[in-house]
């Protein structure tokens, strides 16, 4: 592997102390950056980072042991114990390991000078966007992005190591779940180009309300310079807000402002097909909300330079991530939409599948949405109401506060089946027992709920219907 820098050059890019003499940091190379001691190899710089549920200074012999580079420590655990111990490789000291990782992954973005730097937040759908604008870049020259889910205060910084001084650009979603986290992400970034999708519950229990959400994830607009861009949706609630707070103009995207889309046409669950300048574009993302994505990362990529072709070819790429709108065909027609959940998403799903026209061939399963503090009880209740418009043939609701959508189905005299389960073994059996060759079956709900568990289970089902 590569290296991405000395311990001399690190020292460079921000400060540490050295727990003990090391005669030549020019020759100590650094070939990845990690902060969790199981993913350390020969080379790695391993960051120790306190957590609520372990210690990352816990680990430092196992990431010595298994050929870290150097140790990156805080100092205070350094002088309440590390003093104490002997190490066989260097210990870099610090006064705080979250902000040694996100200055040091500063450093080595602003290496990339040439780099354009684009963050894209958003309630739902981030990691979509994220594919969709990174596949139509990488055709107009070399992309770096997030992978998986770092996108955070840790994840974003571990991310940015990715970059190379020959990227054209960047792509980084960024999430938010606390106040504050935007600032140390953009801090880290420097976007020089913003877009966010939506504003939704996501994570509205710790972020107070909507118009927390708002204003956390503004900090990415607020922190754009005044030649850069942001991309807001057309029809945006908080438009007026996004103006007054980026000093970078704005531009809006969507069905009426998207430049050079045109006969905008819905396959259901097969995505949509559309005119762009003249060319037919195949998006294989099903939903209005991937729509919306993919208009977004259109505007966006033509702004820093997408021509028709790249933004077709790229399009043309694009295939759903895993967990994410993923449409699984066989003897059962499985939607597994099951990485994540809010009321609005799970909305934006129920809308898909009524364009199929066939309720009475629909199975959801539905598990409990987490994060929403005093906004549970409505958001649950609010799917039972959007399911009762949709009137599948049964609903399979797992986990203590669909509770509510229960009650709510059931006052609202909904006639199909409907089963809630806290207990993941009994939720199989009656799935099992209910569904039909020829169903399609919805898995919605949030990642703890793990709901990815039934795809085998379902498989089987089918593979048996199949023979």
């Not at 350390?40 to 710089?45: A, C, F, H, N, R």
């Not at 005093?374 to 109401?385: C, F, I, K, L, T």
């Amino acid at each position: 592997m590569d290296r991405l820098f000395t311990l001399a050059e690190a020292r460079e890019m921000t400060r540490f102390e050295l727990a003990a003499p090391v005669d030549d940091l020019d020759a100590r190379d650094v070939v990845d950056v990690q902060v969790d001691s199981r993913k350390v190899s020969k080379g790695s710089l391993f960051i120790a980072l306190p957590g609520q549920m372990t210690d990352g200074h816990r680990f430092l012999s196992q990431a010595a042991a298994s050929g870290s580079a150097a140790l990156a420590v805080n100092r205070r655990w350094y002088e309440e114990e590390g003093q104490r111990r002997s190490f066989s490789i260097p210990v870099l000291v610090v006064e705080d390991t979250l902000t040694f990782l996100q200055d040091l992954a500063a450093a080595w973005l602003g290496r990339s000078a040439r780099m354009c730097k684009i963050g894209i937040t958003g309630s739902n759908g981030k990691t979509t966007t994220k594919e969709i604008v990174y596949a139509i870049l990488n055709e107009l020259g070399p992309t770096v992005k997030n992978e998986g889910n770092l996108n955070s205060e840790i994840g974003l910084p571990l991310a940015a190591f990715g970059a190379r001084s020959s990227d054209r650009f960047g792509v980084f979603e960024m999430g938010v779940n606390h106040p504050g986290e935007m600032d140390q992400m953009v801090r880290v970034l420097r976007p020089s180009c913003a877009l966010i999708n939506n504003i939704g519950t996501a994570h509205i229990g710790l972020l107070g309300g909507r118009e927390g959400i708002a204003r956390e994830k503004g900090r990415l607009f607020e922190a754009l310079p005044r030649d850069g861009r942001g991309f807001i949706p057309e029809k945006f609630q908080w438009s007026e807000y996004y103006h007054s707070i980026s000093a970078a103009p704005l531009s809006t995207f969507g069905p009426e402002s998207t430049e050079g889309v045109t006969r905008i046409e819905g396959h259901g669950l097969s995505g949509w097909s559309f005119d762009y300048f003249g060319e037919r574009v195949r998006l294989n993302l099903p939903g209005r909300h991937n729509l919306l994505n993919a208009l977004g990362a259109i505007s966006l990529t033509r702004y820093v330079g997408a021509g028709v072709q790249e933004v077709v070819r790229g399009l043309a790429k694009v295939a759903p991530v895993t967990g994410r709108s993923q449409v699984i065909d066989g003897a059962l027609r499985i939607v597994q939409d099951a990485y994540n959940a809010n009321a609005e998403s799970v909305a934006a799903m129920l809308e898909t599948l009524a364009e199929e026209k066939a309720p009475e061939k629909i199975v959801l399963v539905i598990g409990a949405m987490k994060e929403l503090g005093a906004g549970s009880e409505e958001a649950h209740r609010s799917v039972g109401a959007r399911i009762c418009e949709l009137d599948p043939r049964a609903v399979f609701l797992f986990g203590q506060e669909t509770a509510f959508t229960k009650d709510e189905l059931e006052r609202r005299g909904f006639e199909g089946r409907a089963v809630f389960e806290t207990d993941f073994e009994q939720l199989s059996r009656k799935l099992l027992d209910t569904v039909q060759p020829g169903d399609t079956v919805l898995l919605k709900g949030s990642r703890s709920m793990k709901l990815e568990r039934l795809i085998p289970l379902l498989d089987k089902f089918a593979a048996k219907a199949e023979a």
